[in-house]
Structures are given as structure tokens and as C-alpha cells.
């Protein structure tokens, strides 16, 4: 069967070769770069981010090589809202938000997949490495890229609509297709770092957005050890960056508390937790698991993967996701994303609202 089929398109060599499978199945395949800022050059320019200012030219070059239609939609004020905004806001709340997730949900499989649906299209492709089968999402064959992680937060009719035709081989083979193809991006470096923080200063970007709040760190048992110029450019686990010396060991962050605008540091050992809530459960892989579940559970991306218990319960504010891992995790964040997983295949996932070591619950932020 013949679909209509958007594929988006970064730029990059990953799209580039998705779009050039789907176009060769035999579909009816049109390109899409998306605008994501106004100026481009605000955000990044040469070959490291997702859009730059020559990405568009990058995609539309990849686009006349496969002989496909190609638009460019300007999707900027939705960025900006959805991510850019949020990632601010996010921080100042003491949590530590993962922005290429919240793009992926809300700018390319809502934004974009609504747009695509009403404008006719049977489904949207990207060059995610990850695959889908049988209607789940599963893990790539390339374990180095594999991006099944950032894309858990989809829901099952999302997934319905999607197409990721590389998740069946590696970057290398990707790489060397394009080569074989004449597409000029086979050797375009991957993306890195934020795509919207130009010169990679989080922190300087944070203040910019934010404005300097000085403020204590302080140790486990509340004696200051230090000041910080705000709790916002901070994030759980970090070791470098804290301005502190003269310790017999390594400090660590092991909250924030924005309130307060306070940092407690502390020993490694103090980062370890057992125990994990999340908020706003998306199921694309089965149904809410509401009895207690053994599973796996990936708590960053390319992060390490623990066998976990895990069930949905209801509360007052909503259902939430409650994880009890098999083994202590150490530098978990509030606002990254928990992702459940059955063996390789994606069940569903959470945002990280509350972390906990067994027998000290603790909330949201302040928890460490």
C-alpha cells in the first residue's frame, strides 16, 4: 500500500537517508525542514546543532538528490513555547529538563504529526534510530545511537503515525548509504549539545533568561560551605563547576531547592536512590501497568539501565508513576524522563517528579 508520507527533515545525514528508504519503498514522500528560530543564527551556525542557518539548505540539497517535493514550515513560535520556554521554566524550579525529549513530544509528534494529518499525510518519518515493531517502539540494533529513550514519551496514536526507517542499522551504515546515494551530508559530524544555547554556556544562557540570584550551599547538615550566583545552573550530580575547595573529598549536588535558592552538597554516597516517582504516565507499549510490574527502567539518555518494580497508581492530583529499582541509581534529576521498558521494547514513561533512598520519602526538587 502506498502511503502519503511527511518526512522531516534536519539536515542531517540521518534524516536525509530516512527520507531516500521511504521515497524508494515506493511512497509519496515530501520534505519538511522545520524552522525553529527566526534567526537561525541565534541559536547556532556551522555543523553542530539542528538548526542552524545552513541546515535548510543541507535538507533541501538532500531533498533535490532523492527527487521529493520539500517546504520549509516555520515552527519557531512553537519551539520557543514548548521548549525554550519550558527548559527555562524548568530550571528555575529546580529541575533539570531534557530538551531534545521535549521537542521530539511536542514540536515533532504533535505540532508537526497534527499538521501532517490534517494536511492528508498517512504518517511522518524521522531519522530516530529506533524501530518499531508490532506497534512498540524498540530499541535500535546500533546500542551507541539508539534513541528509544527521547522518544518514550510518545502515546500509542503517535506511534501509529510514525515511521523510523533506521533503526535496523548502524551510523556507519548510514553514513556509507549516503555516500553511495550523492547526498552531501554522508559526512556531516552528528549534532551536539543544546541546538538553541549557541555557544554551549547553559549556565550563561540560564542568567541571561533568568537574571544572577546569589545564594548559600550548604552541606547535609545545613552549614554553608559556599555561595552560588543561582540554584537554576545547577543540576543533581554535578561535581565540577561548584566553586568549593579544601575538602578531604568530592562534593556532589544532591538538591536543589529553589524556594530557598539553596544547593546542598554532599559525598557520592549521599546521591544513591532506590526509589522514584514520576508524573503525567504515557503508555504506548501497553496498557498502564497498575499491579506491580518487574521491568527495566532507563533514567537518561544513553543512561544505564536498572531492573526495577513498577506500577500506576491514582492520586489526587492525577495518576503517577511509582519505580522501586532492584539497585541504588546515583545523580537522578527531577524533570528528566523515566522510561519503561520491556527488554528492548518501550512500555511507557514518566517525568521524574520525586526521588527517594527506601525509608526517607522525599518531594519533588528537594529530594535527593
Given at each position: 500500500m502506498?502511503?502519503?508520507v ?5 539536515g542531517g545525514v540521518?534524516s536525509a ?8 519503498a ?6 519538511v525542514?522545520l524552522?525553529?528560530s527566526?534567526?537561525p543564527?541565534s541559536y547556532?551556525t556551522?555543523a553542530?546543532?539542528c538548526?542552524t542557518v545552513?541546515?535548510?539548505?543541507d535538507?533541501?540539497?538532500a ?6 517535493p520539500?517546504y520549509?514550515w516555520?515552527?519557531?513560535e512553537?519551539?520557543d513555547?514548548?521548549v525554550?520556554?519550558d527548559?527555562?521554566?524548568?530550571y528555575?524550579s ?10 521530539n513530544?511536542?514540536i515533532?509528534?504533535e505540532?508537526v ?12 518519518a524521522t ?6 515493531v ?5 530499541r535500535?540494533v546500533?546500542?551507541?545511537?539508539d534513541?528509544s ?12 503515525h510514525?515511521?523510523?526507517?533506521l533503526?535496523?542499522?548502524?551510523k556507519e551504515?548510514v553514513?556509507a548509504?549516503?555516500e ?8 556531516k559530524?552528528?549534532?551536539h549539545?543544546i541546538?538553541?544555547?549557541a555557544?554551549g554556556?547553559t ?8 537574571g544572577?540570584?546569589?545564594g548559600p550551599?550548604?552541606d ?22 561548584l566553586g568549593?575547595g579544601g575538602?578531604?573529598h568530592?562534593r556532589?549536588?544532591l538538591s536543589?531547592?529553589p524556594?530557598?535558592n539553596?544547593?546542598?552538597v554532599?559525598?557520592?554516597a549521599?546521591l ?6 514520576g508524573?503525567?504516565?504515557v ?5 498502564p ?14 543512561g544505564e539501565v ?6 500506576q497508581?491514582?492520586t ?7 519505580v522501586r529499582l532492584?539497585e541504588?541509581?546515583a545523580?537522578v534529576?527531577?524533570g528528566?524522563?523515566v522510561v519503561?521498558y520491556?527488554?528492548?521494547?518501550v512500555l511507557?514513561?514518566a517525568?521524574?517528579?520525586?526521588t527517594?533512598?527506601?525509608?526517607a520519602?522525599g518531594?519533588?526538587?528537594t529530594?535527593?
Amino acid at each position: 500500500m502506498t502511503l502519503r508520507v511527511l518526512a522531516a527533515m534536519s539536515g542531517g545525514v540521518d534524516s536525509a537517508v530516512a527520507a531516500a528508504r521511504v521515497a524508494e519503498a515506493g511512497h509519496d514522500v515530501t520534505g519538511v525542514h522545520l524552522a525553529l528560530s527566526k534567526n537561525p543564527q541565534s541559536y547556532r551556525t556551522g555543523a553542530r546543532g539542528c538548526c542552524t542557518v545552513e541546515d535548510s539548505h543541507d535538507a533541501r540539497r538532500a531533498a533535490d538528490v532523492i527527487g521529493i517535493p520539500f517546504y520549509v514550515w516555520d515552527m519557531s513560535e512553537e519551539f520557543d513555547r514548548e521548549v525554550v520556554q519550558d527548559f527555562v521554566a524548568e530550571y528555575e524550579s529546580g529541575n533539570t529538563p531534557n530538551p531534545c525529549l521535549r521537542c521530539n513530544e511536542k514540536i515533532k509528534f504533535e505540532a508537526v504529526l497534527d499538521r501532517a494529518i490534517a494536511l492528508g499525510f498517512d504518517a511522518v518519518a524521522t531519522g530516530h534510530h529506533v524501530r518499531k515493531v508490532d506497534g512498540r517502539l524498540v530499541r535500535s540494533v546500533d546500542a551507541a545511537k539508539d534513541q528509544s529513550y527521547v522518544l518514550g514519551v510518545l502515546d500509542a496514536e503517535q506511534l501509529a503515525h510514525a515511521v523510523f526507517p533506521l533503526g535496523d542499522c548502524t551510523k556507519e551504515e548510514v553514513r556509507a548509504e549516503a555516500e553511495r546515494r550523492g547526498l552531501s551530508v554522508a559526512d556531516k559530524p552528528d549534532s551536539h549539545d543544546i541546538c538553541f544555547i549557541a555557544d554551549g554556556d547553559t549556565a550563561g544562557f540560564l542568567n541571561r533568561r533568568i537574571g544572577e540570584r546569589p545564594g548559600p550551599i550548604q552541606d547535609e547538615d545545613g552549614n554553608v560551605v559556599g555561595t552560588h550566583n543561582g540554584a537554576h545552573t545547577f543540576t543533581v550530580g554535578q561535581r565540577k563547576g561548584l566553586g568549593l575547595g579544601g575538602a578531604a573529598h568530592p562534593r556532589y549536588v544532591l538538591s536543589i531547592e529553589p524556594v530557598q535558592n539553596t544547593v546542598t552538597v554532599g559525598p557520592r554516597a549521599s546521591l544513591a536512590v532506590d526509589e522514584i516517582t514520576g508524573v503525567r504516565p504515557v503508555w504506548s507499549g501497553s496498557g498502564p501497568l497498575t499491579e506491580p510490574t518487574e521491568c527495566h527502567v532507563q533514567l537518561r539518555a544513553h543512561g544505564e539501565v536498572y531492573p526495577a518494580t513498577v506500577w500506576q497508581r491514582g492520586t489526587g492530583n492525577g495518576d503517577e508513576l511509582v519505580v522501586r529499582l532492584a539497585e541504588p541509581a546515583a545523580g537522578v534529576a527531577t524533570g528528566q524522563a523515566v522510561v519503561v521498558y520491556d527488554g528492548d521494547a518501550v512500555l511507557g514513561s514518566a517525568t521524574i517528579s520525586a526521588t527517594a533512598r527506601s525509608g526517607a520519602v522525599g518531594t519533588g526538587a528537594t529530594s535527593a
